[in-house]
């Protein structure tokens, strides 16, 4: 039976790897899961981001996915051989973003990565790990951008703090020839990044060839193959209004309408935002 591909993230950063991933294969059926109501997960601490990525594939196997692109960079770097190994069956697969990204900046460097990403991104340091098999002489120089994701999560990516901000972090990426964006929120800050580096230095996004050897896969995989009529569903923990008010500028078009889940119970449920409390309240 053919199912839709499932892509999660931590909030809306993710949404940028999904737009390549369906500019590549418009084709394709996606349901998307991002965990915007428990964003962002680079400061978590590493049970906790293991708790939220399991809840997001239980979630997005439930409703019916097969294959699972864990597009969030802090997922990827410190949960996926974790979730591959709990969920590990011969039809169905969870796929991460780290090891294309390597891939694509060992195609592109000199000989010095620059990689910056969220704090639990970079305390992996799988990304490292990574460039190291594919190319040992390539050195990789890391920096923990706490305040980016929260910044593009606001909507502040054209405002002042954010170039303060990258301009603060890329000091410490010294003497890089490629700079790898280590979080699906940066790609929005870009244009900064290229303002902050050196005009000789590469920023790279790796959403492009995260997509493409996704594609490869699909390929390698046919018994894999997703449905077909290019329909998307697009799910969020958080306030739904605000993500589809935001999602637009990752996806590169309005969203369908958000569908709502929430944490009941150690698992991601359909919610209604009607119900919602405010003020005080006793849990029964």
């Known amino acids: 039976m053919r199912t839709p591909v499932g892509v999660f993230d931590s909030g809306f950063g993710g949404l940028s790897v999904l737009r390549e991933l369906r500019r590549v294969l418009p084709q394709v059926d996606y349901t998307y899961l991002g965990d915007s109501g428990r964003a962002p997960y680079g400061g978590r601490d590493l049970d906790t981001v293991l708790d939220f990525a399991e809840q997001c594939v ?16 802090t997922v990827s770097c ?11 069956a011969s039809e169905q697969r969870v796929l991460g973003v780290t ?11 000199r000989g010095h990565i ?7 991104t970079v305390a992996s340091h799988t990304f490292r790990t990574e460039t ?4 040992p002489s390539v050195r990789v120089s890391e920096v923990a951008a706490p305040l980016l994701a929260p910044i593009v999560e606001e909507g502040w990516e054209q405002t002042e703090i ?11 990426l010294d003497g890089i020839d490629t700079l790898v964006l280590g979080c699906t929120h940066y790609p929005l800050l870009r244009a900064t990044f290229a303002q902050c580096v050196p005009s000789d230095v590469h920023v790279l996004d790796p959403a492009a060839f995260v997509a493409q050897r996704f594609a490869d896969w ?12 290019g329909k998307l569903r697009v799910l969020s923990s958080g306030d739904t209004a605000r993500f589809a008010r935001h999602a637009a500028r990752f996806l590169g078009e309005e969203p369908p309408p958000i569908e709502r889940v929430a944490e009941f119970r150690g698992r991601l449920t359909f919610a209604s935002e009607e119900n919602e409390p405010s003020g005080q309240f006793v849990r029964a």
């Open 114 to 120: 620059g990689f910056i990403g969220t704090a639990r």
């Open 78 to 88: 410190v949960a996926l051989r974790h979730l591959q190994t709990r969920y590990a």
């Open 132 to 135: 190291a098999k594919l190319a």
């Open 99 to 109: 090891i294309p990204a390597a891939e694509a900046a060992v195609a592109q460097t």
């Open 58 to 73: 239980e979630r997005l196997f439930a409703e019916g996915c097969r294959v699972i692109v864990v597009a969030c960079h």
């Open 162 to 172: 954010a170039r303060l901000a990258v301009e603060r972090y890329v000091a410490q």
């Open 218 to 229: 699909l390929a390698r995989h046919p018994e894999f193959a997703p449905a077909t009529g």
